[in-house]
């Protein structure tokens, strides 16, 4: 099975699988048993109660005045008005967006870019393979604190090329709030392209043969092809990868932590962390579950037209 | 040779130079900390963390493993990797099993509303922890055992299940549904199906499973951090402790060795287990 085929296999079989033609599709033969019912009782319960049901608790409490305790009189939108008066969420939430844009910019383009040029049946490719993708092996939290200590002005990368000679040298992004975002998108696009070069790579390998062989009647350049047919044909792949690098930037919370721990200040926050934080240390219940709301609506808004479209193609 | 001959000469070389240059970037993080790690304190202060190691030694892996300290607590890393351990064997195995029984009867066995419980578990995929974490630990904290060994194993397997059960549903589905068929046939039951027809055809599925959550609980952070309670803090948790502790002067060598020990269990499952190891990664990828 080649690499990054499972990932199809969850997505698109599983939309596929809950589509609007597959009850009817469903194994005829299959039978009743009273086991199966009761070995999917407690996965249904654990789901009802401690996703669905701890998710809609937390919505509900975003819409009271909880604060260092639940309440439960609805007081409709005034967490969200007090939200987004709040400096720090301002922040947060901008750093969210622009944290997104440029990871996904940038992770799309060296993971394609990387699958493009492994995919020219590159000699040692089991080789550069491997350096691609350990990032993917190391925790969040190892990949926070190693690219806190390269980019730290006082012993990193600054340090060092002062050492060099050139005195005036300056590089202190993750010690500045105006530019600590920036060094977090290159941790990601660090430890993410990998991933996208993988699932990128199956799909130039799935491409048909055929397709190749009139390419090269035709005379067409591989960066020409590449760049007008190959790719545009992986462009549902490409939007899964969005789809993918989009949900995980929305939900990062631990490389926040590790790397800049959400400063200078508040300047490098995000929205995981900005919960976190209300919920457990400043114990502000209310206002945590709001900006969680907004986190779960901004994955929502991410993953329901993906579904939805990716539904509809499949039933063409 | 002719001038196209030439330029695809260019092109090749164009794109050798780029992805050595691009492991380069890769590379040069893990690079740096190894070199770090065997500095002495003096040395990493007197040059930076770029240059290679005077006289290379391991005595700040020594001393990161048994003495380093977060807080007043000075027991090393040793401590929150014994606790790792002991989250990781029981969450893995559990939330496998779990997975795969599952998909098993989702797959398998004609049950009302399979497609209901799989859209559920899909969506519950890509829930945020963020949205969830407080009324699990007022859950938990009602059971009694919210902040223990028990509570941490739980949230793990809990959290696991949508991603795993659809990784088994999937691989189960694509079975032949004569085995089951013919099993039945002969008498089989739910249990003795899935335990002498199913399970050993599902080697590989498991192999990826079994990496895919012990990279994943082995890295995981913010539900240890919530749900491990301070006697079992996880390796990441204790890693971060002592590298942002403030008091005192900083032994980035000490530091680095640790995150190296941390990174070290997965990095060695990456090398020996290879493509697995990325089909479980791409499978997971919603995850978290």
């Not at chain 1, 969200?80 to 939430?93: E, G, I, K, N, Q």
């Not at chain 1, 969005?242 to 790397?259: E, F, N, P, T």
């Not at chain 2, 004609?110 to 859950?139: D, S, T």
Request: aromatic share 12%; charged share 10%; hydrophobic share 55%.
């Amino acid at each position: 099975m080649p690499v990054g085929r499972s990932i199809a296999v969850l997505w698109r079989d599983q939309l596929a699988a809950t589509g609007a033609g597959v009850a009817r599709a469903a194994r005829p033969y299959r039978a009743r048993s009273l086991m199966a019912k009761l070995v999917l009782a407690p996965t249904v319960l654990v789901m009802l109660i401690c996703f669905y049901g701890s998710a809609f608790w937390t919505v509900y409490i975003s819409m009271t005045r909880s604060f260092l305790l639940p309440a439960y009189a609805f007081a409709g939108g005034e967490q969200y008005v007090r939200l987004f008066h709040t400096p720090r969420w301002r922040v947060a939430y901008g750093n969210m967006f622009l944290f997104g844009v440029l990871d996904i910019m940038g992770t799309l383009f060296l993971g394609t870019l990387l699958a493009v040029l492994l995919d020219r049946r590159v000699r040692f490719e089991g080789v550069f393979r491997t350096f691609l993708l350990y990032p993917l092996a190391i925790s969040f939290i190892v990949t926070g604190l190693t690219w806190q200590w390269v980019l730290s002005p006082t012993i990193g990368l600054q340090h060092f090329v002062r050492g060099l000679g050139w005195n005036g040298f300056v590089f202190d992004w993750i010690a500045r709030p105006d530019r600590a975002i920036y060094t977090l998108v290159l941790a990601g696009i660090w430890h993410q392209s990998g991933l996208i070069m993988a699932i990128m790579l199956a799909g130039l390998r799935g491409v048909d043969r055929e397709i190749w062989r009139a390419i090269r009647v035709e005379g067409i350049p591989a960066w020409r092809a590449y760049l007008h047919i190959i790719l545009p044909m992986l462009r549902p792949l490409m939007v899964t990868c969005v789809v993918l690098i989009a949900i995980a930037v929305v939900k990062s919370y631990d490389l926040v932590v590790a790397m800049t721990n959400g400063g200078p200040g508040f300047s490098s926050d995000l929205p995981g962390k900005f919960v976190v934080d209300f919920e457990f240390e400043r114990a502000n219940i209310g206002q945590a579950s709001a900006a969680a709301t907004v986190m779960l609506g901004s994955v929502l808004a991410i993953v329901a037209p993906y579904l939805y479209f990716e539904l509809a193609r499949k039933n063409r | 040779m002719t001038a196209a001959g030439s330029q695809a000469r260019i092109g090749r070389i164009g794109l050798y130079a780029l992805l050595i240059w691009t492991c380069l970037f890769f590379s040069i993080p893990l690079l740096v900390v190894i070199a770090t790690s065997l500095k002495t304190s003096d040395e990493v202060r007197a040059f930076s963390i770029f240059s290679l190691p005077a006289s290379p030694s391991l005595a700040a892996w020594v001393k990161a493993w048994f003495s380093a300290c977060t807080g007043l607590n000075c027991g090393g890393v040793h401590v929150g990797f014994l606790n790792s351990v002991r989250i990781l064997i029981p969450s893995v195995a559990l939330s496998v099993f779990a997975g795969s029984v599952t998909g098993y009867a989702l797959s398998q066995w004609r049950v009302r509303g399979a497609n209901i419980i799989m859209l559920a578990l899909l969506l519950g995929a890509f829930i945020p922890y963020q949205v969830i974490l407080y009324p699990l630990v007022k859950i938990f904290s009602t059971v009694g055992f919210y902040s223990t060994l028990p509570c941490i194993i739980a949230v793990h397997v809990l959290f696991g299940l949508p991603v795993m059960s659809l990784l088994f549903r999937n691989f189960y589905a694509g079975l032949p549904e004569e085995l089951v068929k013919a099993a039945r046939i002969d008498g089989a039951g739910f249990w003795r199906i899935f335990v002498w027809v199913m399970l050993p055809l599902s080697v590989n599925i498991l192999i990826v499973a079994t990496i895919l959550q012990t990279t994943g609980i082995w890295n995981d952070y913010l539900l240890g951090l919530i749900f491990a309670g301070r006697e079992n803090m996880p390796m990441t948790v204790q890693l971060n402790a002592i590298s942002t502790t403030s008091t005192g002067i900083i032994e980035y060598n000490v530091n680095t060795a640790a995150a190296l020990l941390t990174a070290l269990p997965p990095l060695i499952i990456y090398f020996v287990s290879g493509r697995y190891f990325v089909r479980g990664i791409t499978a997971g990828a919603v995850k978290g």
